[in-house]
């Protein structure tokens, strides 16, 4: 990537944070917080993100940040009142940014047809929106100057005064054989030069000393020329003369103070020279440099805006940049990757090592066997905080809603409020990268099918504003994540007639409430009558159900009728361990992903029944489930194990379908690193992944849908291979 | 043991022997990271015969293709001396199991003779031409067509 592309991709990067930033502080002035503070670091926002389109010539881009900005600057110096209405606008006219931030970095054509009406709704906004208008985009690269970094380099040029040079031959200099005439010359050279004779030292002929030096010239030279050049001319003469460089105006300080000196006085001047020659040769000093910095920076804003706040503004942003630059470091994903992948192999190693060590036959009480203990300690907080790297809080995901919840609600026309919660909590990125489908669609659901209309709201006594909620926390070590409505809840009566009319269920089957509510997971069951626009996308709660089940979460639902709908998901904290059941079959270690794991049985012979074939069933609790041999399916044994000389694993696998798997024995329960079987080879029917045990052998998890599909037959297995391949 | 042949500047190849069985066949040594002792395997569901299944190989999940029985013949024993040859087949990594590793050889492209027409069609898959050392006959192996076909077994 050249330099300019990555520069680029950076402010894109940045854009997006600017994009989050100006999103949530907008939200948060809707919330009633309109202080300045907030209100400023929305403008910042914009302003940051229309100075650096206009770096890149982003001229859309900068048009349309530049009228936000003008209407956001109505509302920081108090002339627009940041009502609901207009606080509307202002998201609508975010989200439009974001679309152009995108449509510029992907070069996608963006709607320009809605770019300008909001632009106009903007301008209506502003006091004379006209005028801002011409300011235009000119008005845009005037402005730039006040970016922080910009400023650094653009100040010395334009806001620098001409240079004085302020020289004063000491006699050592003529002693040299030095001529101040033609150091004068050279200065001419460099520009259009005026030069002073300050005479004033000389005394009366009487008293002259021909050796003596007396003179000294004032040079004003042109401020576009460098500083060094000046000091170039000075080179051979360095310490034989008193020499000030500096721009008009800082060098008056010093000016004064000479003049205020007794200025006759060589030798004292000589002394102070002696004593301290860095302050008079070095220029110009540090502390009076910021001045025409802050001026450059101030001049254009005051011209443009009256409003001197811009200028706090800019140095806030200065003040804050060095900050989050400090605090976070953007790392290389398969950098990270890579030291997850070393600590797992670390983890497997040294519970390899201390199996070895109990092997050979130390005591529990021997300090290598405590020396262990330790380390096992330490691995396991080893790979705590790298795994805690990969987590990110789910702020990223939840972040994308509120438009979501906008537009839907526009096109339903139902006003709808999104209240999140626990957005800090922290997750693995690729947990947080899938959420974002199953969410969308969740949330479009809820405010398409779950609340109600609002006059159906009026009518049942409750605020026509309907509320989503989306929440997120920590709940025994995995991630519960739920999305709510306040509506009408389940229609279970639709719900049952629905799945019935489809051929889901039997017309006469007893369920329950949860049971029906459950239906909605169903393949091929979607509640609404006609396909709406919205949620209607070919796409059910299944296939959130199935991308769920893909990160090894669980969804459910709880409706209350009247009351509203709840999802509640619950998901790993990452995709790179896995709770396990280690169990045995026909001499293989197996292991069964836990979340799949309903309850685990002793089959009795009375239970399990043949149903022709090598199939079986197996009674638990009154209700029959297919008994599925795992060493069968997997082809590692020709004949079945007697049920009653192996353990059942009661499952519950996609579509909420149970079955038993027969196992030969549990070995225990174990956390495993989960290692990828298609990286060297591919994949293998029934076999999810491959994780490594701590004697260092291979063990392979299962994939439990499949090798319930495998049990069905394998035109089922095919079906389900396509499926996920499309899923 | 080293044959080398100093005329031939280029087309220097450097090849290492193995044995399976009686005879001796060898791979180009750019393909072998390295070559471990045979440790048992986790046996593979739905695998092809000559797939003795996985180890762990320093973190890594590596198959094992028993090259006998992907030669086409008898399924090999595996005994104390077997070794597991770990090569590199595109991007991904496998292990062969073969009986021992006997040399590595050095030579030019021209000590390599064609595969002779043969109606094997084993020969025509795996084997690329053949060397004579010392009155041996050394069969060099190509690797590409070893894992077996995604297509064909997937179907």
Request: proline share 5%; with cysteine.
């Given at each position: 990537?050249?330099?300019?592309?990555?520069?680029?991709?950076?402010f894109?990067?940045?854009?997006?944070?600017?994009?989050?930033?100006?999103?949530?502080?907008?939200?948060a002035?809707?919330?009633?917080?309109?202080?300045?503070?907030t209100?400023?670091?929305?403008?910042?926002?914009?302003?940051?993100?229309?100075?650096?389109?206009?770096?890149?010539?982003l001229?859309?881009?900068v048009?349309f940040?530049?009228?936000?900005?003008t209407?956001?600057?109505?509302?920081?110096?108090?002339?627009?009142?940041?009502?609901?209405?207009?606080?509307?606008?202002?998201?609508?006219?975010?989200?439009?940014?974001a679309?152009q931030?995108?449509?510029?970095?992907?070069?996608a054509?963006?709607?320009?047809?809605?770019?300008?009406?909001?632009?106009?709704?903007?301008k209506a906004?502003?006091?004379?929106?006209?005028?801002?208008?011409?300011?235009?985009?000119?008005?845009?690269?005037?402005?730039?100057?006040?970016?922080?970094?910009?400023a650094?380099?653009?100040?010395?040029?334009?806001?620098?005064?001409?240079?004085?040079?302020?020289?004063?031959?000491?006699?050592?200099?003529?002693?040299?054989?030095?001529?101040?005439?033609?150091?004068?010359?050279?200065?001419?050279?460099l520009?259009?030069?005026?030069?002073?004779?300050d005479?004033?030292?000389l005394?009366?002929?009487?008293?002259?000393?021909?050796?003596?030096?007396?003179?000294?010239?004032?040079?004003?030279?042109?401020?576009?020329?460098d500083?060094?050049?000046?000091?170039?001319?000075?080179?051979?003469?360095?310490?034989?003369?008193?020499?000030?460089?500096?721009?008009?105006?800082d060098?008056?300080?010093?000016?004064d103070?000479?003049?205020?000196?007794?200025?006759?006085?060589?030798?004292?001047?000589?002394?102070?020279v002696?004593?301290?020659?860095?302050?008079?040769?070095v220029e110009?000093?540090?502390?009076?440099?910021?001045?025409p910095?802050?001026?450059a920076?101030?001049?254009?804003?005051?011209?443009?805006?009256?409003?001197?706040?811009?200028?706090?503004?800019?140095?806030?942003?200065?003040?804050?940049?060095?900050?989050?630059?400090g605090?976070?470091?953007?790392?290389?994903?398969?950098?990270v990757?890579?030291?997850i992948?070393?600590?797992g192999?670390?983890?497997?190693?040294?519970a390899?090592?201390?199996?070895?060590?109990?092997?050979?036959?130390?005591?529990?009480?021997?300090?290598?066997?405590?020396?262990?203990?330790?380390?096992?300690?330490l691995?396991?907080?080893?790979?705590?905080?790298?795994?805690?790297?990969?987590?990110?809080p789910?702020?990223?995901?939840?972040?994308?809603?509120?438009?979501l919840?906008?537009?839907?609600?526009?096109?339903?026309?139902?006003?709808?409020?999104l209240?999140?919660?626990?957005?800090?909590?922290?997750?693995d990125?690729?947990?947080?990268?899938?959420l974002?489908?199953p969410?969308?669609?969740?949330?479009?659901?809820?405010?398409?099918?779950?609340?109600?209309?609002?006059?159906?709201?009026?009518?049942?006594?409750?605020?026509?504003?309907?509320?989503?909620?989306?929440?997120?926390?920590?709940?025994?070590?995995?991630?519960?994540?739920?999305?709510?409505?306040?509506?009408?809840?389940?229609?279970?009566e639709?719900?049952k007639?629905?799945?019935?009319?489809?051929?889901?269920?039997?017309?006469?089957?007893p369920?329950?409430?949860?049971?029906?509510?459950?239906l909605?997971?169903?393949?091929?069951?979607?509640?609404?009558?006609e396909?709406?626009?919205?949620s209607g996308?070919?796409?059910?709660?299944?296939?959130?159900?199935r991308?769920?089940?893909?990160?090894?979460?669980?969804?459910?639902?709880?409706?209350r009728?009247?009351?509203?709908?709840?999802?509640?998901?619950?998901?790993?904290?990452?995709?790179a361990?896995?709770?396990?059941?280690?169990?045995?079959?026909?001499?293989?270690?197996?292991?069964?992903?836990?979340?799949?794991?309903?309850?685990?049985?002793?089959?009795?012979?009375?239970?399990?029944?043949?149903?022709g074939?090598?199939?079986?069933?197996?009674?638990?609790?009154?209700s029959?489930v297919?008994?599925?041999?795992?060493?069968?399916?997997?082809g590692?044994?020709?004949?079945?194990?007697a049920?009653?000389?192996?353990?059942?694993?009661?499952?519950?696998g996609?579509?909420?379908?149970?079955?038993?798997?027969?196992?030969?024995?549990?070995?225990?329960q174990?956390?495993?690193?989960?290692k990828?079987?298609?990286?060297n080879?591919?994949q293998?029917?029934g076999?999810?992944?491959?994780?490594?045990?701590?004697?260092?052998?291979?063990?392979?998890?299962?994939?439990i849908?499949?090798?319930?599909?495998v049990?069905?037959?394998?035109d089922?297995?095919?079906?389900?291979k396509?499926?996920a391949?499309?899923? | 043991?080293?044959?080398?042949?100093?005329?031939?500047?280029?087309?220097?190849?450097?090849?290492?022997?193995?044995?399976?069985?009686a005879?001796?066949?060898?791979?180009?040594?750019?393909?072998?990271?390295?070559?471990?002792?045979?440790?048992?395997?986790?046996?593979?569901?739905?695998?092809?015969?000559?797939?003795?299944?996985?180890?762990?190989?320093?973190?890594?999940?590596?198959?094992?293709?028993?090259?006998?029985?992907?030669?086409?013949?008898?399924?090999?024993?595996?005994?104390?001396?077997?070794?597991?040859?770990?090569?590199?087949?595109g991007?991904q990594?496998?292990?062969?199991?073969?009986?021992?590793?006997?040399?590595?050889?050095?030579?030019?492209?021209?000590v390599?003779?064609?595969?002779p027409?043969?109606?094997s069609?084993?020969?025509?898959?795996?084997?690329?031409?053949?060397?004579?050392?010392?009155?041996?006959?050394?069969?060099?192996?190509?690797?590409?067509?070893v894992?077996?076909?995604?297509?064909?077994v997937?179907?």
């Amino acid at each position: 990537m050249d330099p300019l592309a990555a520069i680029r991709e950076t402010f894109f990067q940045e854009c997006e944070e600017q994009l989050a930033e100006l999103e949530s502080g907008l939200l948060a002035m809707e919330g009633g917080d309109t202080d300045s503070e907030t209100i400023n670091a929305v403008f910042r926002a914009v302003h940051s993100i229309k100075g650096g389109a206009g770096a890149f010539s982003l001229e859309p881009l900068v048009r349309f940040a530049h009228v936000f900005e003008t209407a956001l600057d109505e509302m920081r110096s108090g002339r627009l009142a940041p009502s609901a209405d207009v606080l509307k606008t202002l998201l609508r006219a975010a989200d439009v940014l974001a679309d152009q931030v995108r449509a510029a970095h992907d070069g996608a054509p963006e709607d320009e047809a809605r770019s300008a009406a909001l632009a106009e709704e903007l301008k209506a906004l502003g006091p004379e929106g006209a005028s801002a208008e011409v300011a235009g985009t000119e008005e845009a690269w005037g402005d730039f100057a006040f970016q922080p970094l910009t400023a650094v380099e653009a100040a010395p040029d334009a806001a620098g005064g001409a240079w004085r040079v302020r020289f004063k031959p000491r006699a050592d200099l003529y002693a040299k054989a030095n001529e101040a005439a033609l150091l004068l010359r050279e200065l001419r050279r460099l520009g259009d030069a005026v030069v002073e004779l300050d005479a004033s030292a000389l005394p009366p002929l009487a008293d002259l000393d021909p050796e003596a030096a007396y003179l000294a010239w004032t040079v004003t030279l042109p401020g576009e020329l460098d500083e060094t050049a000046i000091r170039e001319v000075f080179e051979f003469v360095d310490g034989d003369c008193e020499l000030e460089i500096g721009r008009d105006g800082d060098t008056a300080a010093a000016d004064d103070a000479d003049d205020a000196a007794p200025a006759f006085d060589i030798s004292a001047l000589l002394a102070k020279v002696q004593a301290a020659p860095e302050t008079l040769v070095v220029e110009p000093a540090p502390a009076p440099r910021p001045a025409p910095l802050a001026k450059a920076a101030t001049t254009p804003v005051d011209a443009a805006q009256p409003n001197p706040a811009a200028a706090n503004d800019a140095q806030a942003a200065a003040q804050r940049k060095p900050d989050t630059a400090g605090a976070t470091i953007r790392v290389d994903l398969e950098r990270v990757d890579r030291l997850i992948d070393l600590v797992g192999e670390l983890v497997i190693n040294q519970a390899m090592l201390s199996q070895r060590v109990m092997e050979a036959g130390f005591a529990r009480a021997s300090g290598v066997a405590m020396g262990l203990d330790e380390l096992e300690q330490l691995t396991r907080e080893i790979q705590d905080s790298v795994m805690a790297i990969r987590a990110q809080p789910v702020k990223s995901v939840f972040q994308r809603m509120p438009r979501l919840v906008r537009e839907v609600a526009a096109m339903t026309g139902k006003p709808v409020r999104l209240v999140t919660e626990g957005e800090g909590t922290e997750v693995d990125k690729t947990v947080i990268e899938r959420l974002a489908d199953p969410l969308t669609h969740m949330i479009r659901n809820a405010i398409d099918h779950g609340l109600e209309s609002p006059e159906t709201r009026a009518a049942a006594g409750k605020p026509a504003e309907g509320v989503v909620r989306l929440t997120a926390a920590h709940r025994s070590g995995r991630i519960v994540i739920e999305v709510g409505d306040d509506g009408g809840g389940i229609n279970r009566e639709r719900v049952k007639s629905i799945a019935v009319e489809r051929g889901l269920i039997a017309a006469d089957a007893p369920l329950s409430d949860e049971e029906i509510d459950n239906l909605i997971f169903m393949p091929g069951f979607s509640t609404a009558s006609e396909v709406s626009d919205i949620s209607g996308r070919g796409v059910g709660m299944d296939v959130v159900r199935r991308s769920i089940q893909a990160l090894g979460g669980r969804i459910t639902i709880t409706s209350r009728p009247g009351k509203g709908s709840t999802f509640t998901m619950s998901l790993p904290l990452t995709l790179a361990v896995l709770d396990g059941m280690v169990v045995s079959v026909q001499g293989q270690t197996l292991v069964a992903p836990i979340t799949a794991i309903v309850e685990t049985l002793l089959p009795k012979a009375s239970d399990v029944h043949s149903l022709g074939g090598h199939a079986r069933v197996i009674a638990i609790r009154d209700s029959y489930v297919p008994l599925i041999d795992v060493g069968m399916a997997l082809g590692y044994r020709a004949e079945p194990l007697a049920a009653t000389q192996g353990v059942a694993l009661l499952i519950e696998g996609e579509g909420g379908a149970r079955a038993a798997l027969l196992v030969d024995a549990i070995q225990g329960q174990r956390q495993v690193v989960i290692k990828s079987l298609e990286a060297n080879y591919r994949q293998v029917p029934g076999v999810a992944a491959a994780t490594i045990l701590g004697d260092g052998r291979v063990a392979l998890i299962l994939d439990i849908d499949t090798i319930v599909a495998v049990s069905r037959g394998a035109d089922s297995l095919r079906a389900e291979k396509r499926l996920a391949a499309t899923g | 043991m080293t044959q080398t042949n100093p005329t031939a500047a280029g087309g220097l190849r450097e090849l290492i022997s193995f044995r399976i069985g009686a005879q001796e066949f060898c791979v180009d040594i750019m393909a072998v990271r390295e070559i471990r002792g045979w440790t048992a395997a986790t046996a593979l569901p739905q695998s092809p015969s000559f797939v003795r299944g996985v180890i762990n190989l320093r973190g890594a999940v590596l198959p094992i293709v028993d090259l006998a029985a992907r030669l086409g013949f008898e399924g090999g024993e595996t005994t104390d001396r077997s070794v597991i040859i770990v090569a590199q087949i595109g991007d991904q990594v496998v292990g062969l199991l073969v009986d021992a590793v006997s040399d590595i050889l050095t030579v030019t492209d021209d000590v390599i003779q064609p595969t002779p027409e043969v109606a094997s069609d084993t020969a025509k898959t795996f084997v690329r031409g053949l060397l004579a050392i010392d009155g041996r006959m050394i069969s060099l192996i190509g690797l590409e067509r070893v894992l077996p076909d995604l297509e064909l077994v997937a179907a």
